[in-house]
């Protein structure tokens, strides 16, 4: 099993936290990953990317290209998604914030109204949580059942308060998609 | 106990690799993509009561591993291409010298100050000495976090080994990358044996002093320096001589690649096989010492070669040099900071290969 996906959306958004959240997971469960981020120069803002493979075996380049999933958190990275995606691939959509879908009609294209989840849990900032949750669910690449082990050495101490509502996005990413 | 795997960049994993071989003082300028090297070694050589510098200068860096490896301390800096280059001067002197030391470059595209983006195009400046004089560093080239932790924990040693500095010549990719990693042992710098050579040792028996230096103004000693320098080189291309093979053996064509290319180049060799073409990977772990014989020995056996690297063709001119007209040698390189994609690789391949 190989699974490479392409994660793209706002600095600030949470790509880059998702992507290692994805790959300490997949690690946790036994599986090779790679994670490799580019975001702009910028303080705030801008563009924020990562290439995140996870895999039962070695992994070659680690450059996704050829996207199996795509997550697109906004507006402006559907056009990346759109081309990085390969043909038959799974494109997932933050459906809060995109309102056109990308233009890939050989793709599955899977809404995910990841703002609203997240505002209806309490925070906003967990709309990369729920992501997550919807690409574990529909992918299975990664099961993320020792979720809470993980954010537990992910976050220091002081923010251990925040794990429950992290959980709980996960698990409303799962179900939105179920 | 065995030790647990880590998810850790590649350049938290050098800083890391190279805190448990025992680095006993590290010096640094900051440049990017090697930032986090400097600011881990920061955080944990201090945290640790050995000695860390962030220097004035990249010059000042080089010149400060001098003076500490002349006490026979381990010792190591790092940065990224522009830097490399403003560190070539301590370079030279640290071989002239018959220092140990290990230099990471996690290379970035240039020429000039270029781009912050990953590179190889410094691989004629790694392999060919960098600074002026007549000498050679060795070259350790990894592809990947768990590869770049086990190159630079095992540098020193071999750095130690043959008194040649080893640089570690990573790109920006594998510096900024994450990847699963499992640690060597931490080693007590307090535990190694002292250095007949090194500065203080001497006085410490009741014998004439150590002078650690370069310069030698009698052409004749100088000379026999170089040549006694030179036959520790035939040594260590005996000794040292590491690479990779992947598919190797009934292929028509064979990747030469290293690091981040390398990782491409194995991507497209399995777009390749999975359509029957017959592709192989040959891996050059040390650049220098360059693997010519191994390459020269499988291009007489009839198959063609084809160069991937990030640059506009440097390691080129080494295959050609190995193969010596006996096959044909191809070239394939984004440079610029761009990576190339394994598609892009496989279509090279389709090309060359009439499919």
Known sequence: MTEKTFMAGFGGQGIISLGQLWVYSAMKEGLKVTFFPFYGAEKRGGIARASVIVSSEEITSPLVTSADSVVVMNQDSVEIAEKVCKEGGTIFVNSSLIKTDPARPDAKIVHVPCNDIALKLGDVRVANMVMMGALSAVTSAVKLDTFEAVLKSFFPASKHSLIAINIAAVEEGKKAVS | MAEEIRLMKGNEAIGEAAVRAGCRAYFGYPITPQNELTAYMAKHMLAKGRTFIQAESEVAAINMVYGASSTGARAMTSSSSPGVSLKQEGISYLCGADLPAVIVNVARSGPGLGGISPSQGDYFQSTRGGGHGDYYTIVLAPKGVQDAADLTYEAFSISEKWRVPVLILADGLIGQMMEGVVLPPPLDPAMFPRKPWAVGY????????????????????????????????????????????????????????????????????????????????????????????????????????LSVEMSMGQMVEDVK???????????????????????????????????
């Open chain 2, 321 to 355: 040099l190995a193969v010596e007209g006996a096959a044909p040698v191809y070239f394939y390189g984004r440079c610029g900071g761009n990576i190339p994609s394994q598609e892009e690789v496989f279509a090279e391949v389709k090309r060359l290969l009439g499919k």
């Open chain 2, 202 to 305: 001497a006085a410490e028996m009741g014998r004439p002093y150590n002078h650690v230096t370069s310069i030698n103004l009698v052409p004749d000693e100088l000379e026999a320096a170089n040549r006694a320098r030179f036959a520790r080189y035939e040594q260590i291309k005996k000794e040292l001589i590491r690479y990779e093979e992947i598919d190797v053996e009934d292929a028509d064509l064979v990747f030469v690649a290293y690091g981040t290319s390398a990782r491409v180049s194995h991507g497209a060799l399995q777009m390749a096989r999975t359509r029957g073409m017959k592709v192989g990977l040959f891996r050059p772990i040390t650049l220098w010492p360059f693997p010519y014989a191994r390459i020269h020995e499988l291009a007489k056996k009839g198959k063609k070669f």
